[in-house]
C-alpha cells in the first residue's frame, strides 16, 4: 500500500506500525439487539339473535402502535380485517344459521411489519353458549 504526505508526495518506506497510531488500533463498539414489537390487541366475542337465529359477534381492539391485518376463524367461517390502524376496532360477525350456538372458541391471527420483518400473534376468545328459542 503507498500512502502520500500533505504535500501529494508518496511515502514509500512507511511500515504497518506507522500508519495506525497506538490510540487508534482498538475499537470498542456497544449493539443493542431490540426485539421487534409484538402486536398488542384484545379479541372479545358475544353473541346475539337476529330473526330466531344466533349471530356471534368477534370484537378485535387495536391496542399498539403500527396498523395490522387480522384473521378471525371460527367454527362458522373466518373473516380478514386488513388496515386495522392503532386504536382502532373493527368487529366482524358470523352467522351460525342456529337457533341455539354451543359454547366454544374463536381465534384471531394478528400480523403487522417491524423493520420490514413479520411478526405474528394468535389469541383465543371463548364464547357462551346461546339460545334464540
Given at each position: ?93 358470523f352467522s351460525t344459521r342456529l337457533g341455539a350456538m354451543e359454547a366454544g372458541a ?24 346461546r339460545s334464540c328459542g
Amino acid at each position: 500500500m503507498v500512502y502520500f504526505r500533505q504535500d501529494a508526495s508518496p511515502i514509500l518506506d512507511m511500515t504497518d506500525a506507522e500508519w495506525l497510531a497506538d490510540a487508534n488500533r482498538t475499537l470498542i463498539a456497544t449493539v443493542k439487539v431490540v426485539a421487534p414489537e409484538v402486536p398488542t390487541f384484545a379479541l372479545t366475542t358475544a353473541s346475539r339473535c337476529v330473526a330466531g337465529k344466533v349471530t356471534l359477534v368477534a370484537t378485535l381492539a387495536h391496542t399498539g402502535d403500527v396498523a395490522v391485518d387480522a384473521l378471525v376463524q371460527s367454527p362458522y367461517g373466518s373473516s380478514q380485517a386488513n388496515g386495522l390502524a392503532a386504536g382502532k376496532s373493527n368487529s366482524v360477525t358470523f352467522s351460525t344459521r342456529l337457533g341455539a350456538m354451543e359454547a366454544g372458541a374463536l381465534t384471531a391471527k394478528v400480523t403487522t411489519s417491524v423493520n420490514g420483518q413479520p411478526v405474528t400473534k394468535t389469541c383465543t376468545a371463548e364464547y357462551s353458549a346461546r339460545s334464540c328459542g
